[in-house]
């Protein structure tokens, strides 16, 4: 349940670039090697934000992939699933994440004031 | 739209390329309704206070080790043990984040340990992890001049902690092997966050059927770079290793590193 910490430190920069302008969507960059439950993450926002000046700002949620680069031999290997860390071209585990380990808000859509 | 981002405040971050994916294509806003771009990491704040932490320690000339597990595991086991064979030798400090734990100052002041203990209290039954601004608020319950070596006890949890830099030097993390050898697989952000994974209960191992084996092609995967020892924080089979790995850890900052 960190995700309502996470929650805490979104509210505390949306209220910061508002500043006091209504938000009606919080755009996050959310890696998948990040282990951030997205209902989980909306659930708390509502909790967070209730009652507050940010009731009612939606999250919207862009995933990102994981990517791996090898360093022997420079292929690029997509994540699945199950989280191998390891070059799909030459079995080599000296990689290392290109992406997936995003953690951002991206941008706000404000409201019609 | 959605690939390359420009913001107003100068901020340079490195993700922007990269995101084949049609999310975020929002081109259908423009009703009058305005777009702030910010690209702000969640964690920033944190990260900040892990900073001031880690110079704080750095300072001090004290390495931190922050020690993760899942509740049950054997931390607060290990910690004794770990204090009944070091603290002759080595001046530690420990920042206790555990919620659940049945020890306590007077215990483990016998050993002759600087004790900081953490309210994770926060409502929603406590936290789930450590963060950074709470081991700072731990931080002035310890004289670090007059340590060599802070353990950070983390909550026992395999998800949240490994989302957190606290200011710590190293990672550790015990793992019985009671658990199951799947675990590096279904928990693979705080497996890939360590340097050195305690496998413990070990004197279990003849009534388990547990694959040890399998459990290190597990961790292999998620993290090809961590150390293991094999460790009874019950027994003491391993626990002079793992010593020895601290006072390694402790080594590396006893060279005159650059103070400034």
Redesign the interface.
């Known amino acids: 349940m960190h995700e309502l910490s996470i929650c805490g430190s979104i509210a505390e920069i949306v209220r910061r670039r508002a500043a006091d302008r209504p938000v009606a969507t919080i755009h996050l960059r959310i890696g998948r090697l990040r282990q951030v439950v997205p209902d989980t993450l909306v659930y708390c926002w509502e909790l967070v934000s209730a009652d507050t000046e940010l009731d009612g700002a939606a999250l919207e949620v862009e995933d990102v992939p994981a990517r791996i680069v090898c360093q022997d031999c420079d292929a690029t290997t997509l994540v699945g699933d199950l989280p191998l860390f390891m070059c799909h071209a030459c079995n080599g585990v000296n990689v290392s994440v290109v992406s997936g380990e995003e953690f951002l808000i991206t941008a706000l859509d404000l409201a019609e004031a | 739209m959605?690939r390359f981002?420009r913001h107003a405040d100068g901020t340079v971050?490195e993700?922007e390329q990269?995101?084949p994916?049609e999310?975020?294509n929002?081109s259908g806003?423009q009703t009058?309704?305005?777009?702030?771009?910010?690209?702000?990491?969640?964690?920033?704040?944190?990260d900040r206070t892990a900073a001031v932490n880690r110079d704080a320690f750095r300072a001090a000339n004290v390495r931190a080790v922050n020690l993760m597990s899942s509740p049950g595991a054997g931390k607060t086991t290990l910690l004794e043990a770990t204090l009944r064979r070091l603290a002759d030798t080595v001046r530690i400090g420990v920042i206790e984040g555990d919620i659940e734990t049945s020890l306590d100052a007077d215990r483990l002041g016998g050993f002759g340990a600087q004790i900081s203990l953490v309210n994770t209290g926060?409502g929603?039954g406590g936290?789930?992890?450590l963060?950074a601004p709470m081991v700072r608020s731990a931080l002035p319950r310890l004289r670090l001049d007059e340590l060599d070596l802070v353990l950070i006890e983390n909550v026992g949890n395999l998800?949240?902690p490994?989302?957190?830099d606290v200011g710590e030097h190293a990672r550790a993390m015990v793992y019985a092997i009671t658990e199951g050898e799947d675990k590096p697989?279904k928990?693979?952000?705080m497996f890939?966050s360590v340097d050195l994974v305690l496998i413990n209960k070990i004197d279990l191992l003849p009534h388990l059927d547990a694959d040890l084996a399998l459990f290190r092609a597990n961790l292999?995967?998620?993290?090809?770079a961590a150390a293991t020892l094999e460790i009874s924080a019950r027994t003491g089979v391993g626990v002079d290793a793992w010593c020895d790995w601290l006072r390694a850890q402790v080594q590396t900052t006893r060279p005159p590193a650059a103070h400034h």
């Open positions: 959605g981002h971050h993700h990269e995101h994916d999310h975020g929002h806003y009058g309704t305005e777009r702030i771009e910010i690209l702000e990491r969640i964690f920033g704040e944190n926060n929603f936290e789930c992890h963060d998800v949240c490994a989302e957190f697989l928990y693979p952000l890939r292999r995967a998620v993290n090809p």
